[in-house]
């Protein structure tokens, strides 16, 4: 059974950097695509950034790129997003999430390709 579990999340003071580390298992994921979305209160879920786990390969959304850095350690099937330069609009409930579907077969930012999702983690940036 395949299982994602997000952890690293917290508060933090806008400019200040955080980590949110995925840790996978079920399975083996070097095929998979791993993203992370994002959900602030009264939006709807958004893309953050997703990486073709074999490949490296990486793509975010507008809002984050240039901040965020994902990443993937294959030794302990663990995904990661260092998040720098940290804004009070980047406060949400942070969801990782995993896709057998290969990278060039559909958008890595479609939530539809995803088909496994962890619970979340609250990140809160004060201004």
């Known amino acids: 059974q395949v299982q994602v579990v997000e952890s690293g999340g917290g508060l933090v003071q806008a400019g200040e950097s955080l980590r949110l580390s995925c840790a996978a298992s079920?399975?083996?994921?070097?095929?998979?695509?791993m993203g992370w979305f994002r959900q602030a209160p009264g939006k709807e879920r958004e893309f953050a950034a997703a990486i073709d786990w074999s490949s490296g390969v990486t793509n975010y959304a507008d809002s984050v790129k240039g901040r965020f850095t994902i990443s993937r350690d294959s030794a302990k099937n663990t995904i990661y997003l260092q998040m720098n330069s940290l804004k009070p609009e980047d406060t949400a409930v942070y969801y990782c999430?995993?896709?057998?579907?290969?990278?060039?077969?559909?958008?890595?930012?479609?939530?539809?390709?995803?088909?496994?999702w962890g619970r979340g983690t609250q990140v809160t940036v004060s201004s």
């Open positions: 079920g399975r083996t994921f070097s095929r998979y695509v």
């Open positions: 999430a995993a896709s057998g579907l290969p990278f060039s077969a559909r958008s890595p930012a479609d939530a539809v390709r995803y088909n496994y």
